[in-house]
């Protein structure tokens, strides 16, 4: 009898927790129905110490006049920066995002002190990204952004996107930021900025 009673204490408490965890996941589930979840890991997320700060301008979807700045603190930097490579998910341009390359800049600075523009050499697109020993990947796009001086190391800089053409549906996006210097062959990951596109009221 009391084992019976056990069981069914022991049932009660797993419905229990079950209704509980849908109760607090519910609203995650919702978005991501509403807003597509290309791009977005629901469980877990991006490593707080590679999280990267951003600032989104006219985040609504459609518009062709969205501004991005994306952050890069001093910190993250060890070494001199010659080139930048951004990978953003495919499902950006699949929902006629569009990124304006020759609107690209650089600037020093942080997104509450905009300093000096870095002059940038060549900007390029790719739909097709290597990375590393792994396969061509067809899930990302690349923009790659070479500068015509070197950022120095420990030095905060942004990323801006001037112009964007926003997806047609709201979308989170983790943008990948990595990082070369001079004469290396492989970049290395610098962080990612978990961005709400689209989503502004």
């Known amino acids: 009898m009391a084992l019976k009673q056990l069981i ?3 049932l009660a408490g ?11 996941s519910a609203p995650t589930l919702a978005q991501r129905d509403a807003y597509d979840s290309d791009g977005v890991n629901v469980i877990g997320g991006v490593e707080s110490r590679y999280r990267l700060a951003y600032s989104l301008d006219n985040n609504t979807r ?13 910190e993250k930097v060890d070494a001199a920066v010659s080139g930048l490579i951004v ?7 699949r929902y006629r995002g569009r990124v304006d390359l020759e609107r690209i800049k650089v600037h020093y600075g942080r997104i509450d002190n905009v300093g000096d523009e870095i002059d940038v050499e060549e900007v390029f697109w790719d739909d097709r990204v290597f990375s590393g020993a792994q396969d061509l990947s067809e899930e990302l796009d690349k923009i790659e952004i070479f500068l015509a001086e070197d950022i120095p190391a420990d030095t905060s800089f942004l ?9 047609n549906r709201a979308l989170m996006q983790r943008l990948n930021l990595q990082a070369f210097s001079r004469g290396e062959e492989l970049p290395t990951y610098i962080g990612t900025w978990e961005m709400l596109i689209g989503y502004e009221d």
């Open 159 to 167: 990323i801006e996107f001037e112009k964007v053409r926003n997806p």
């Open 8 to 10: 069914r204490l022991g």
């Open 62 to 74: 459609r518009n062709t006049r969205a501004n991005y700045l994306l952050e890069v603190k001093g």
């Open 87 to 93: 990978t953003i998910p495919e499902a950006f341009s």
């Open 14 to 24: 797993l419905v229990i927790s079950a209704a509980a965890l849908v109760g607090l």
